[in-house]
T-cell receptor, first 110, second 113 residues
Framework: GQNIDQPTEMTATEGAIVQINCTYQ??????LFWYQQHAGEAPTFLSY????GLEEKGRFSSFLSRSKGYSYLLLKELQMKDSASYLC???????????FGTGTRLLVSP | DTGVSQDPRHKITKRGQNVTFRCDPI?????LYWYRQTLGQGPEFLTY????????KSRLLSDRFSAERPKGSFSTLEIQRTEQGDSAMYLC???????????FGEGSWLTVV
């Protein structure tokens, strides 16, 4: 089975940096994904990590440590439009489906 | 538009009625997934297809749920004898077999009254 944990809710201020953590326990692992989801909309792909280390993409970075079963998503220079849910997902052993955590709701205030 | 397309976007139905959702994946994507999402939760996997073959079904998918992908292109998800607990957003997603990204459609909202 798979268990994915992330904080339920976080708040931050416009212009700040926020780190959203994700821990996972899985019977198989073939990559960790982060998605952004605005209320009432579909999840949109943000990042993918399969090897340990940091992947940077503009204001967003994602880190993975496979030995610790840990990932984080780092958002820099926060903007109001970054208020959304951030979903951590693990791809299962067979390279097929994604298993999602419950998501972290981020609220960015002025 | 070349993204994943779902229809209808919203459906209100009475308990006990049948509903069907359609998904058109991104062209050439071999894999097609169905997920269900309720408020405050992450998407829950329901089933997936590789081409026309349904390769995995979640235990969440009771016998009232059936999905098809007859020609390996579009897919349908049917829910028979709907219950209030079926109220949720039903998400379709697609990917290439070799791809590292799964793309989601806008979702179909189901409300059972």
């Amino acid at each position: 089975g798979q268990n994915i944990d992330q904080p339920t809710e976080m708040t931050a201020t416009e212009g700040a940096i926020v780190q959203i953590n994700c821990t996972y326990q899985t019977s198989g692992f073939n990559g960790l994904f982060w998605y952004q989801q605005h209320a009432g909309e579909a999840p949109t792909f943000l990042s993918y990590n399969v090897l340990d280390g940091l992947e940077e993409k503009g204001r967003f970075s994602s880190f993975l440590s496979r030995s610790k079963g840990y990932s984080y998503l780092l958002l820099k220079e926060l903007q109001m439009k970054d208020s959304a849910s951030y979903l951590c997902a693990v791809r299962d052993r067979s390279f097929q489906k994604l298993v999602f955590g419950t998501g972290t709701r981020l609220l960015v205030s002025p | 538009d070349t993204g994943v397309s779902q229809d209808p976007r919203h459906k209100i139905t009475k308990r006990g009625q049948n509903v069907t959702f359609r998904c058109d994946p991104i062209s050439e994507h071999n894999r097609l997934y169905w997920y269900r999402q309720t408020l405050g939760q992450g998407p829950e996997f329901l089933t997936y297809f590789q081409n026309e073959a349904q390769l995995e079904k979640s235990r969440l998918l009771s016998d009232r749920f059936s999905a098809e992908r007859p020609k390996g292109s579009f897919s349908t998800l049917e829910i028979q004898r709907t219950e209030q607990g079926d109220s949720a957003m039903y998400l379709c997603a697609s990917s290439l077999i070799t791809g590292n990204t799964i793309y989601f459609g806008e979702g179909s909202w189901l409300t059972v009254v």
